[in-house]
Structure formats: structure tokens, C-alpha cells
């Protein structure tokens, strides 16, 4: 697949002027595992002493989910790397399986082919949940994890948001309403920030998901990860995160109950869910500081 994406297609938004101002600025890499392509961007030299930071977007997304948090991670001499998860964006569907767990291996060789490891590894939501899974798999591949509105911590007694289908729907103007919605039901907290840019990223994202069947986020599986992995672990969520609601204090609690390492806990005001996204300023002030402790 190409990173030069339609924006006729199904009616889709044109992305934002960032989106080519970091592609131009990007290395574009593959990695190959059981026949099936990743695609890798990378911004930012090797620097001697310090360790890489790979980053996973969440579900039905993209690198773009980071499209906010590139510039100043780059401003401060961090090398990243950036792949589209197996089914998603650019990088094929995993050989076998539709979930978090058949990504690992391919995620764990791709770092491997590209020199990578160790690294320090950062996820959004389903991302997270999947870079706690590989850091239990694979504990010599990381030294720092950064989680960010991760799910699957097993606090929340039944799924605490609905999204609308939009698949079915011909009229392109139609189906932009039910993905403004579904922005503003999960993804984030003030109406204000459901932009034509904020848009733009979640269509083209959403278009691309070919892993429809995906279930580990509704389990307990990142709770079960958390108490196998023994590097450094920080959580980052947004006050309003939809995944949680009420439930923030049971998440923070549970988070200390079966994380032997862990860093900090923060919830950010004023954002939901994308976080990185809807207060990027906020966000950066606070993963810096873990990143570097």
C-alpha cells in the first residue's frame, strides 16, 4: 500500500497539512514475518546512548494517531519509529489470527530486523494493551512502557460507550455524521475538537481497519500482563477517558494492585480518550518526564 491516500474515495476529507509535512520528513521501512508486510515510518537519527522509541497507535488507526506528539518528541532528540499495526493502515493482516496476540511475533521480528531492541515502547489504547502483551512476551525487548488509555484492565462491568455503523451507508455525507459521532462518543471529550482535521484522520484510519473481529480489548488481558513485566511502567489516561468513565479510581487502583514497576499513574484534565491528540501540550509535559527519568 501506498502512504499517498484518495481523499475522493468514499468521500473522505482531505488529511492535514502535518500529515505531508511529517511523511516528507519520514524513513519509510518494511519488515516481513510469516510472508505478510509491516510498514515502519521513522523520524530522527540514531543517537549513541539512547534508546529508540517505538510507538503503537490504537484500533482501527494508524501511525496518525501520534500525528500531534511527532513534532515534539522529535524537538527533544528521541528516534522513532512508528509502525501501522498488522491489519491496519498500511501493513498487511497478520499471517494468522485478528487480534492483539497474532501481532506480537510480527511486531518482535520487525524490531529485531531493524534494530531495535531494546527499546522503550509506548502504546494507545489497543496499541497499549498490545505493547503490554509483547513486553511480557518478550521482556528483553523493553525497557520502559508507556501506556496510553489502554483497555482490558477487567474494572468495567460491561463496555461503557456505542458506536454507530457507517459501512452501510452510500451517502458520504452520511457517513461523516456517524463518524463525527463515534469521535465524539470514544475518541473525545470536547465537541469543539471534532474538527475536519480530527475527522479527517479518524475516516482515513477507520477505512483501513481489516481486523473487524478483535475481542481482547473486552477482557481482563492487559491486567493479566502487567505483573509479568519487569521494566518501568507508566500509565497515561485522559480524565474523561470513554473506556472508563466512572470507573477512573478502580482503574487506578487496579493498575497499583498488579504492576510491580510502576512509574505513575496520570489522568489529564480536560481530554477523553485520544489524549496524545485532543491536549498535546498536557500530554507532552507529562510523558517527557518518564521517558527520560
Not at 498500511?90 to 531492541?117: C, E, I, K, R, Y
Not at 475536519?196 to 473486552?218: K, M, S, W
Request: a negative charge.
Amino acid at each position: 500500500m501506498s502512504d499517498v491516500l484518495d481523499t475522493s474515495a468514499a468521500g473522505l476529507l482531505p488529511l492535514p497539512a502535518l500529515y505531508e509535512t511529517l511523511l516528507a520528513k519520514a524513513a519509510r521501512r518494511t519488515t516481513v514475518f510469516e510472508g505478510q508486510t509491516v510498514v515502519w515510518h521513522s523520524w530522527g537519527p540514531r543517537r549513541p546512548g539512547t534508546l529508540p522509541l517505538v510507538m503503537l497507535h490504537g484500533g482501527s488507526g494508524s501511525w496518525t494517531h501520534w500525528i500531534r506528539n511527532i513534532d515534539a518528541l522529535l524537538a527533544q532528540g528521541h528516534e522513532l519509529w512508528l509502525p501501522d499495526l498488522p491489519g491496519f493502515g498500511d501493513s498487511d493482516p497478520p499471517a494468522v489470527g485478528t487480534d492483539a496476540d497474532a501481532m506480537l511475533a510480527p511486531l518482535h521480528a520487525g524490531m529485531a530486523q531493524l534494530d531495535l531492541l531494546p527499546c522503550q515502547l509506548m502504546g494507545f489504547s489497543f496499541g497499549g494493551m498490545t505493547a503490554a502483551m509483547l513486553t511480557a512476551a518478550y521482556p528483553q525487548a523493553v525497557e520502559r512502557l508507556v501506556l496510553v488509555g489502554a483497555p482490558a484492565m477487567g474494572v468495567v462491568p460491561e463496555k461503557q460507550f456505542s458506536l454507530k455503523g457507517w459501512r452501510h451507508l452510500s451517502d458520504p455525507a452520511e457517513q461523516q455524521e456517524m463518524h463525527r459521532y463515534n469521535l465524539g462518543a470514544l475518541m473525545l471529550w470536547d465537541a469543539a475538537k471534532i474538527d475536519d482535521q480530527a475527522l479527517a484522520v479518524h475516516q482515513h484510519n477507520v477505512v483501513r481497519d481489516r481486523l473487524p473481529r478483535r475481542r481482547l480489548a473486552n477482557t481482563d488481558i492487559l491486567a493479566q500482563s502487567l505483573p509479568q513485566i519487569a521494566c518501568p511502567v507508566a500509565a497515561i489516561y485522559g480524565a474523561y477517558d470513554a473506556l472508563y468513565k466512572s470507573y477512573m479510581p478502580a482503574l487506578e487502583h487496579q493498575y497499583r494492585a498488579v504492576t510491580p514497576h510502576l512509574q505513575a499513574f496520570v489522568r489529564l484534565p480536560d481530554a477523553g480518550h485520544w489524549v496524545q491528540y485532543e491536549q498535546p501540550e498536557a500530554f507532552m509535559a507529562t510523558l517527557l518526564p518518564l521517558l527520560s527519568s
